[in-house]
């Protein structure tokens, strides 16, 4: 049902890449859009073709990642016959796009075209589908002279208003023990530097989402690094206590809040964010700020003021020192934390951090700096295992020639492993670090802690890895010492070909520190734990 596109696309200058499966190239694509800032594009067939799209959309959808999706379908007089490779794909992601659409008329396909991208690169991004039948592929018709898109039911508020930006200035001005938490629609805006600029004049402590990391460079020191479930513990205790929390971004997600009931008590809330729906969507809003972060930023820069607030950075201060992230840095063993410690002291700010989701994902986050915006790419709302590979490959394509490494889980790498064909096709030279635990790590973690160590199928009998990366044409390394990490990560980076290392980190290390589903920021588990290694 796309044949007829593949064909114009032969002497296209258009460079496309073709993905080992559907879900694969969704993911490519998101992950080309989050480190280009551009918008990414996926082409599939219909029926199997489009639904297999659906993980990656989905995951597209919950991190606001502008992606359009374009479907093939059958012709127009076969639509709702059960026809050959059917499907209703339009109702399939009705929930899970930004916008969809069917064109049953080729006088309609340039017009859906240029505002697919315009809504999902616009407003807060987010993927945008159209199904096209096969027969609108190859009928003809006059083209219309291009003008500006404008949709009168679609009006996305970008200058916040300048009576709330003077309020939320006011109470930033006032207030003894702020913190700023931020979340990726920072990087969506592309305002970190507006971020920054805010922050350090009036010398805010900022705290970031998963998403958000990166937005703030976290070798300062007003970086609390990230916030939630498995967030520092420096960061839960001074949202628990500020005075004065200033949302930007961000979604006030379940993962970030714990019990909402009990979510920073203390405080007053600003809550800046392009989406109006998102305000007050979990957390109450005292001052909410509807606009684009880096318009909203520009002009609070202008209002706030500077204030020493030495007690409250001192009260920061203390609590770094007695809850850093810690590990067992005395153990024999590969500790997964120690991997990835030295993936940060060979790459420092220079390379684009792509994960996969689990344990590797947090540890990630925990243990690599993150200085620069779109250099950490991971799926956050959706969750979606198998992600990283193939956003890797996105990421590379977008950066050719940018240092991209994705950290991955055993378990998550091998939901997308076929991927790596693509990558030695087309002669992108990713890197993927393979945390390899033996579990579903995550998920063996929870069921250590709240279902009495019955590792119910959690368990897993891998592939020799370096085997399979060498077999498809990759180089693979394996490591299974200690003394191996650092040699086999500079020759992971002198690599010219796409380069799977393989190491085998303790089986049973646990994320830390952890608030348990319904518990309060400040009631972390593993707090004790850190003590007793220091």
């Known amino acids: 049902m796309v044949l007829p596109l593949f064909d114009k696309l032969y002497d296209a200058p258009i460079n496309f890449i073709i993905p080992r499966h559907e879900q694969g190239g969704a993911h490519m694509a998101d992950g080309y859009a989050r480190a280009s800032g551009k918008v990414g594009v996926v082409l599939t067939t219909s029926g199997p073709g489009a639904c297999n799209l659906t993980t990656g959309i989905a995951n597209a959808m919950m991190d606001s990642v502008p992606i359009v999706a374009l479907t093939g379908q059958v012709r127009t007089d076969l639509i709702g016959n059960d026809a050959f490779q059917e499907s209703d794909i339009t109702g399939v992601t009705r929930s899970i796009t930004k916008h969809n659409m069917i064109v049953k008329d080729v006088k309609d396909l340039q017009q859906s075209i240029r505002e697919a991208f315009y809504i999902a690169g616009t407003g807060r991004p987010g993927p945008v589908l159209i199904d096209i039948p096969v027969d609108i592929e190859v009928a003809k018709c006059q083209m219309k002279p291009l003008t500006e898109v404008s949709l009168p039911g679609y009006k996305p508020q970008v200058k916040g208003h300048h009576r709330q930006i003077k309020m939320a200035a006011e109470a930033i001005n006032k207030s003894e023990k702020p913190v700023v938490y931020v979340g990726g629609g920072v990087v969506s805006s592309n305002a970190a530097e507006e971020l920054r600029a805010f922050a350090q004049k009036a010398n805010l402590p900022v705290t970031m989402t ?147 989701v689990g344990q590797h994902q947090m540890w990630t986050s925990q243990f690599y700096k993150h200085t620069k915006p779109r250099h950490f790419i991971t799926s956050g709302g959706l969750g979606t295992m198998g992600f990283g590979l193939p956003a890797a490959i996105g990421a590379q394509v977008a950066l050719p020639d940018a240092l991209v490494v994705d950290i991955d889980g055993d378990s998550s790498f091998n939901m997308t492993l076929t991927e790596i064909s693509t990558a030695v096709q087309y002669e992108l030279p990713i890197k993927v670090c393979i945390i390899n635990n033996g579990y579903m790590g995550m998920v063996r973690q929870w069921q250590e802690l709240f279902y009495n160590k019955r590792y119910s199928k959690s368990y897993l009998k891998n592939p020799d890895f370096a085997a399979v990366a060498e077999a498809l044409g990759a180089v693979g390394i394996t490591v299974e010492k200690k003394s191996e990490v650092k040699n086999a990560i500079a020759k992971m980076i002198a690599e010219k070909k796409p380069c799977i290392v393989d190491f085998h980190v303790e089986r049973e290390e646990n994320v830390w520190p952890m608030v348990a589903t319904g518990k309060s920021l400040h009631e972390m588990d593993g707090l004790d734990i850190f003590e007793s290694m220091a």
């Open 210 to 356: 998963l998403l958000g990391l990166g937005t703030y460079d976290q070798t300062r020191a007003e970086s609390l690094d990230m916030l939630g479930m498995h967030g520092t513990a420096y960061a839960n205790y001074a949202v628990q206590e500020c005075d004065l929390l200033i949302a930007i971004g961000a979604r006030f997600d379940d993962r970030v809040t714990g019990k909402v009931k009990t979510f920073a008590p203390h405080a007053k809330v600003i809550h800046i964010d392009i989406d109006p729906s998102s305000i007050s969507k979990n957390v109450a809003v005292n001052i909410p700020v509807v606009g684009d972060a880096k318009y909203i930023l520009t002009e609070l820069i202008k209002e706030v003021q500077h204030k020493e607030r030495k007690e409250w950075f001192d009260k920061i201060a203390d609590w770094k020192s007695r809850f850093p992230l810690r590990y067992d840095t005395k153990s024999p063993n590969i500790k997964p934390q120690y991997v990835i410690e030295q993936i940060w002291e060979a790459t420092k700010d220079r390379a684009i951090i792509v994960t996969g």
